[in-house]
């Protein structure tokens, strides 16, 4: 007796996963002054401000986690290899939206698109045809909200 495999649907596709367990994430608190005595500098203008890289970018803490990319074939939607993804696990994926998926077993980084209104994992590069989920085994994990990619220094 073998087991049946639900198919991918538009419907199963953009159904997250439950949300992980709450943690917090930490981040520095950064601030800077310049300033010259005898005039004033313009960067004095910014002197209390702070830059918090997680209230940027993480809209939900206990939904969200990271992944380092692997391969070039999102390259076309300026995802790059080792670049770091934040991946928001509580949006609901839509055409349009890179999601991070399981694949029959592996996992991808793709765009979410309909085609003829089949649903499409799509690259950003014409070396990988896109691929129908239709009748695979695929859930996805999140959609990614941003990409932070580090130049070699």
């Known amino acids: ?48 401000r702070t830059l918090d890289l997680n209230e940027r970018l993480i809209k939900r803490p206990a939904a969200t986690f990271f992944m380092t990319v692997a ?5 076309g939607f300026g995802i790059y290899e ?21 694949v029959e077993g592996e996992v991808v980084v793709k765009r979410y698109e309909l085609i003829g209104q089949r649903p499409y994992l799509c690259s950003g590069n014409a070396l990988y045809p896109p691929v129908a989920i239709v009748d695979l085994e695929c859930q996805v994990w999140g959609v990614v909200r941003s990409v932070i990619h580090e130049y070699t220094v």
């Open 1 to 48: 007796m073998t087991a049946s495999v639900p198919l991918a649907t538009h419907e199963t596709l953009a159904r997250p996963h439950p949300a992980p367990a709450p943690c917090e994430l930490p981040y520095p608190h950064i601030t800077g002054r310049a300033g010259i005595s005898g005039f004033p500098s313009p960067a004095e203008d910014y002197a209390g």
């Open 71 to 75: 391969g070039d074939s999102m390259e």
């Open 82 to 102: 080792n670049d770091t993804l934040v991946v928001d696990r509580s949006i609901d994926a839509r055409p349009g939206h890179i999601v991070v998926a399981l």
